[in-house]
């Protein structure tokens, strides 16, 4: 069930849109200071955030340049009754994915939340995510907690093979296929110092080792 967060300081606004939307089937929570909105994605994976820009302690403006700065991707859709052009090309430039102007209409907000679902799940389709790591096989970037991680074209097709096929232990070989055709010569250790920098990279606890089975992310299974 998607989860929302609603930024807005609206007394009578926040709570109208979080019953609405709850009525719809979200999960939503609400909070009504910017300085609010960093612990609340803190504590909690959203699928949507939607932000008024006129927020107390600090605005809806500076908590999406924030969130963008430390990279959190998360699909945020402005709200705000600046409707100047320059207002939403601000909203924009600083990181927004849609653009809303009040009064609300309450049905036109389902459907761009929607449509940001819609997007998200488009994304997730050229990404794996497995425990904290995550890998875009677009933007050919691995990231853990949200933090890219750099990786050098072998380890990152190697962790692709893993992730690909979590769950379940790859052979050496398999590995080595992955990395070299048929008639390239194989170095002998080439998948070890691929998994010792991946380990390194993200934990010894990420990549599990089995003699005779090969390496596992994701869990325990033969």
Sequence with gaps: MPRLLIAEDDADLGPAMKRALELDGYVVDLVARGDEVGAALAASAYDVVLLDIGLPHMTGLEVLRELRSQRNATPVIVITALDRTTHRVAGLDAGADDYVVKPVDLEE?????????????????????????????????????????PLTAKEFRVLALLMRRSRRFVSKADLEGELYDQDQWVESNTIEVAISALRRKFGRDFIRTARGLGYMVGGIEA
């Excluded at 819609?118 to 990231?143: K, P, Y």
């Design 109 to 149: 907000l389902a459907a761009r939340i929607r449509s940001q679902l819609r997007r998200r799940d488009r994304r997730h389709d050229d990404s794996l995510c497995v425990g904290r790591v995550t890998l875009d096989f677009a933007g050919h970037v691995a990231s853990m907690d949200g933090e890219e991680v």
